[in-house]
């Protein structure tokens, strides 16, 4: 657990829901004191994620367009 | 010229001699009336017109007159008055006798007693006439009944041994798309079924035909190809040849289900909906009262702290009912795995221990089972521990302790969450596992919670193979309790493992099976040649599909949340090329079997044809 805690730093959130992307950045920033990169969707998510290079995602999975499952999908593929 | 047998008779000349006045007449008359022939020889005594029955006297007269005016002989039948003034019934035969000028001169005749044949015919008339009366009322009310049967919305359906269709009403052949009863005569009806519904279907015409009642719910597939869900009740009938043939009264109950699944999506829907904003307010709520954003006033912080908390009560009814709904629609999944039982315990003790720590109530393990093992869904177990955990801090006393005890039986492990709160009142007992029901309404609002608690642990416990029960004495406490099977860490059930299916480098099999035994027949058949994946649901297999490539998928017609159908179209999407192999209970129509690569059935299959059939394409691996 602590060496995965120590390596994990950078965090792509990937959440259409504006008001759950603001608590959690906020919550993930300042009480978890992470790197956070918001995605809005799927499709912006697969487009960020090779740049950002998170040490983690956190998908949600019902999303319109591109949901949860397909972009795991599409990230692996990518 | 006497005869015993009949009393000649010789009339005297006159027509209008309405006495019919005897010249001769034989002794047998007696015999017949009961009266010498000499009282009637020139009506001595008594004329014989005198006994001829006054009803027939007319007919008697106008025949003869008749017969004398056309000169041809008579025939009669009639009635007589004997002496004791009985009814004998007579045939007489006769003809004129004229002279050359063609005047009468007498009438020849014979008389025979029929009374015995009369009465015979009399009495056969009447039992014909009863016989027929008893066969039109048979027949009415065959009527009757067949248009009952005829007009009912229901099918009525008679079938046979081999489960063929012997009769059915016209409700029924509408139903399953028939135009007439000669078009489905003798056609097996299992054939009508989804595949995934035949064997439970056959199992109930089994058990009909022995003599028993039964029920059955399941999908139809009409001629014309409109599916219907139907629920049957079958009995046993035994036909006059002595065959038990079984009769059926089917609805169709596909607008119930629609309703049922539109409500359950709808409760579902409504819940997701709300659950979304909620999020984001006990979100919001959670890091203000942790202090994320900087110290707050202490009043504001009170009120914080009660937005806060019940934002969190609301979430977790919210929750409940998705998960209630979930299990209704059978699309909860449970990822059943071998594992120790204890930790589950300790860790669902830790997650309410901050629980009871508020109303000082401790909570205490008094009994431990170390080696207990069993298989269960670790997150369900701990919901369903939890929801009894609660509960009994719930209805503790403050300061209260609640006991927790684990006892290892000879085949399962059972484990008791006693409380001293004020017990379950006695009339309460029924009602107590049902959905959104707590000992009293007023209690809703004192002690909180959804009232779906115990339903939830319940189905929960009981789709993980074990049972919930309580025992409680009203005012001293009540006790609650989980049993689930113990899986002997020895036995051949932990090769569930999915550890133990991998062989490295060896060709991929995703064997999508909901049985256990059949997982352990096929990883004995196949592991260590293949790598074999798991999947208990539809649902998992879509995922693993989602994430692995396979060669070969095994598959199960019959699963919690579906048809293995419903997987094929996927499997040929995702996975392209990927052998296809059906392993099920029940035998295949020749059509469903050319949409796989294989079909095996479970009871008939031998090691080296399962091989033959996930290995025509591909080679195996041997592993050393």
């Given at each position: 657990?602590?060496?995965?805690?120590?390596?994990?730093?950078?965090?792509?959130?990937?959440?259409?829901?504006?008001?759950?992307?603001?608590?959690?950045?906020?919550?993930?920033?300042?009480?978890?004191?992470?790197?956070?990169?918001?995605?809005?969707?799927?499709?912006?998510?697969?487009?960020?994620?090779?740049?950002?290079?998170?040490?983690?995602?956190?998908?949600?999975?019902?999303?319109?367009?591109?949901?949860?499952?397909?972009?795991?999908?599409?990230?692996?593929?990518g | 010229m006497c005869n015993y047998l009949d009393s000649l008779i010789k009339c005297k000349d006159s027509p209008n001699d309405s006495d019919w006045t005897m010249e001769f007449m034989s002794d047998y008359i007696k015999g017949i009336t009961g009266y010498p022939a000499s009282d009637f020889i020139n009506s001595v005594v008594r004329s014989y017109a005198s006994i001829i029955h006054p009803l027939d006297v007319k007919l008697v007269d106008s025949s003869i007159?008749?017969?004398?005016?056309?000169?041809?002989?008579?025939?009669?039948?009639?009635?007589?008055?004997?002496?004791?003034?009985?009814?004998?019934?007579?045939?007489?035969?006769?003809?004129?006798?004229?002279?050359?000028?063609?005047?009468?001169?007498?009438?020849?005749?014979?008389?025979?007693?029929?009374?015995?044949?009369?009465?015979?015919?009399?009495?056969?008339?009447?039992?014909?006439?009863?016989?027929?009366?008893?066969?039109?009322?048979?027949?009415?009310?065959?009527?009757?009944?067949?248009?009952?049967?005829?007009?009912?919305?229901?099918?009525?359906?008679?079938?046979?041994?081999?489960?063929?269709?012997?009769?059915?009403?016209?409700?029924?052949?509408?139903?399953?798309?028939?135009?007439?009863?000669?078009?489905?005569?003798?056609?097996?009806?299992?054939?009508?079924?989804?595949?995934?519904?035949?064997?439970?279907?056959?199992?109930?015409?089994?058990?009909?035909?022995?003599?028993?009642?039964?029920?059955?719910?399941?999908?139809?597939?009409?001629?014309?190809?409109?599916?219907?869900?139907?629920?049957?009740?079958?009995?046993?009938?035994?036909?006059?040849?002595?065959?038990?043939?079984?009769?059926?009264?089917?609805?169709?109950?596909?607008?119930?289900?629609?309703?049922?699944?539109?409500?359950?999506?709808?409760?579902?829907?409504?819940?997701?909906?709300?659950?979304?904003?909620?999020?984001?307010?006990?979100?919001?709520?959670?890091?203000l009262a942790g202090g994320a954003l900087g110290e707050v006033p202490t009043q504001m912080k009170q009120m914080i702290d009660i937005a806060y908390q019940n934002s969190q009560r609301l979430t977790h009814m919210i929750n409940d009912l998705l998960d209630i709904e979930k299990m209704s629609a059978d699309k909860m999944d449970f990822d059943m795995r071998t594992q120790p039982l204890m930790p589950l315990i300790e860790q669902a003790l830790e997650a309410n221990r901050l629980y009871g720590a508020k109303r000082g109530v401790m909570l205490a393990l008094t009994g431990a089972a170390p080696a207990a093992e069993v298989s269960v869904d670790s997150q369900r177990l701990l919901q369903v521990m939890s929801n009894l955990l609660s509960n009994a801090i719930k209805y503790s006393p403050d300061q209260g302790t609640v006991a927790i005890a684990v006892e290892q039986q000879d085949a399962w492990v059972r484990v008791k969450v006693i409380d001293r709160g004020p017990g379950i009142p006695a009339e309460f007992y029924d009602r107590i596992f049902q959905k959104f029901s707590q000992a009293d309404s007023s209690d809703t609002r004192q002690k909180g919670g959804s009232g779906l608690g115990l339903a939830i642990a319940r189905e929960m416990v009981e789709r993980m193979g074990g049972k919930i029960g309580f025992e409680s004495v009203e005012g001293e406490g009540a006790t609650f309790f989980i049993e689930l099977p113990l899986r002997d860490a020895e036995s051949p059930s932990s090769i569930i493992d999915p550890q133990m299916f991998h062989a490295q480098g060896a060709p991929r099999v995703l064997v999508v099976e909901d049985n256990e035994v059949s997982h352990k027949v096929i990883s004995a058949m196949i592991g260590g040649r293949f790598d074999i994946d798991l999947a208990t649901t539809l649902s998992e297999a879509r995922t693993k599909m989602a994430l692995e490539r396979y060669e070969v998928v095994i598959l199960d017609i019959t699963l919690p949340d579906g048809s293995g159908w419903d997987l094929l179209e996927e499997i040929h999407t995702w996975q392209p090329g990927t052998r296809v192999v059906i392993f099920s209970g029940t035998e295949m129509t020749a059509a469903e079997a050319r949409k796989v690569d294989a079909v095996l059935l479970k009871s008939q299959t031998s090691k080296e044809q399962f091989l033959d059939a996930i290995n025509s394409r591909i080679q195996p691996t041997k592993i050393k």
């Open positions: 657990m602590t060496s995965f805690m120590n390596k994990l730093q950078r965090i792509l959130y990937v959440e259409d829901e504006p008001d759950i992307r603001a608590v959690a950045k906020l919550a993930l920033e300042m009480v978890g004191g992470f790197t956070v990169k918001i995605c809005s969707s799927g499709e912006e998510a697969v487009k960020e994620a090779v740049a950002f290079a998170p040490d983690m995602i956190l998908l949600d999975v019902m999303m319109p367009g591109m949901d949860g499952p397909s972009t795991l999908k599409a990230l692996r593929h | 007159e008749e017969s004398i005016r056309e000169k041809r002989p008579y025939d009669i039948e009639y009635r007589v008055l004997d002496s004791h003034d009985g009814i004998k019934w007579v045939h007489e035969k006769g003809l004129g006798i004229f002279d050359g000028d063609g005047k009468l001169l007498h009438l020849d005749g014979v008389i025979f007693d029929v009374t015995v044949k009369k009465k015979l015919e009399e009495k056969n008339k009447l039992l014909a006439d009863h016989n027929e009366k008893i066969r039109e009322a048979l027949r009415e009310s065959e009527e009757h009944l067949r248009t009952i049967i005829d007009t009912t919305p229901e099918c009525v359906k008679l079938t046979d041994a081999d489960d063929r269709l012997l009769e059915m009403n016209a409700a029924g052949l509408a139903m399953i798309e028939a135009d007439s009863m000669d078009q489905v005569l003798h056609v097996p009806v299992s054939d009508l079924l989804l595949p995934e519904h035949r064997e439970a279907f056959q199992a109930l015409n089994k058990s009909v035909r022995q003599g028993n009642k039964g029920a059955l719910v399941f999908e139809i597939q009409g001629l014309k190809g409109t599916r219907r869900w139907m629920e049957t009740h079958a009995v046993p009938m035994t036909m006059r040849t002595g065959e038990t043939v079984v009769l059926a009264i089917t609805r169709d109950i596909t607008e119930r289900k629609r309703i049922d699944r539109m409500k359950t999506e709808f409760v579902s829907t409504v819940s997701h909906e709300l659950r979304t904003p909620l999020t984001s307010i006990s979100g919001a709520l959670g890091l």
